[in-house]
T-cell receptor, first 113, second 115 residues
């Protein structure tokens, strides 16, 4: 069966510090990968998606970037965090077949001080 | 913006069937209906999806009306662990190549299972 792992589960960072969140998927190959953010009391916002190694599409302009150095690894980064980057960050994967559901990790709760 | 409308909250007695409605009157012919749920502080959990036929799996049943303008998620025997926010989503195609598509989550229905 397939599993998705995100870490860390919680993170407290000062404004201006860098960020690296990691997501890995096991039990499948060539998945589509996604980064979402959920701000407090709001819905999920798609940040990035990737259909293959080195292929990243950004959905919203922001202070964040994403990379996919390996087939089942997806990394969310920032060089300098802003207060507005606080939120619940979720990684998800799906098969490449059309209309296959996305499966989410347990998320990282990021607080910026 | 979400393309679905759901009641903000519902109660259901433990052991009874929970029926969660969703309106999606502007759904296109090739758009699927997906249901997810999210327990506080966890990632969304996929439940079920369908196009036009009714679907059933180990978690739930999905009933889609013939005109596809609404659907109902049925949890046949609700337990306390089913308390969560349930999201009905119409899949938005964001990449014409048929690859990765984002899911647009609305506010969902907060289902509370009463003991």
């Amino acid at each position: 069966s397939q599993t998705i792992h995100q870490w860390p589960a919680t993170l407290v960072q000062p404004v201006g510090s860098p960020l690296s969140l990691e997501c890995t998927v096991e039990g499948t190959s060539n998945p589509n990968l996604y980064w979402y953010r959920q701000a407090a009391g709001r819905g999920l916002q798609l940040l990035f998606y990737s259909v293959g190694i080195g292929q990243i599409s950004s959905e919203v302009p922001q202070n964040l970037s994403a990379s996919r150095p390996q087939d089942r690894q997806f990394i969310l980064s920032s060089k300098k965090l802003l207060l507005s980057d606080s939120g619940f960050y979720l990684c998800a994967w799906s098969r490449t077949d059309s209309n296959q559901p996305q499966h989410f990790g347990d998320g990282t709760r990021l607080s910026i001080l | 913006d979400a393309k679905t409308t759901q009641p903000p909250s519902m109660d259901c007695a433990e052991g009874r069937a929970a029926n969660l409605p969703c309106n999606h009157s502007t759904i296109s012919g090739n758009e699927y209906v997906y249901w997810y749920r999210q327990i506080h502080s966890q990632g969304p959990q996929y439940i079920i999806h369908g196009l036009k036929n009714n679907e059933t799996n180990e978690m739930a049943s999905l009933i889609i009306t013939e005109d596809r303008k609404s659907s109902t998620l049925i949890l046949p025997h609700a337990t306390l662990r089913d308390t969560a926010v349930y999201y009905c989503i119409v899949r938005v195609v964001m990449w014409s190549g048929g690859g990765a598509d984002g899911l647009t989550f609305g506010k969902g229905t907060h289902l509370i299972i009463q003991p």
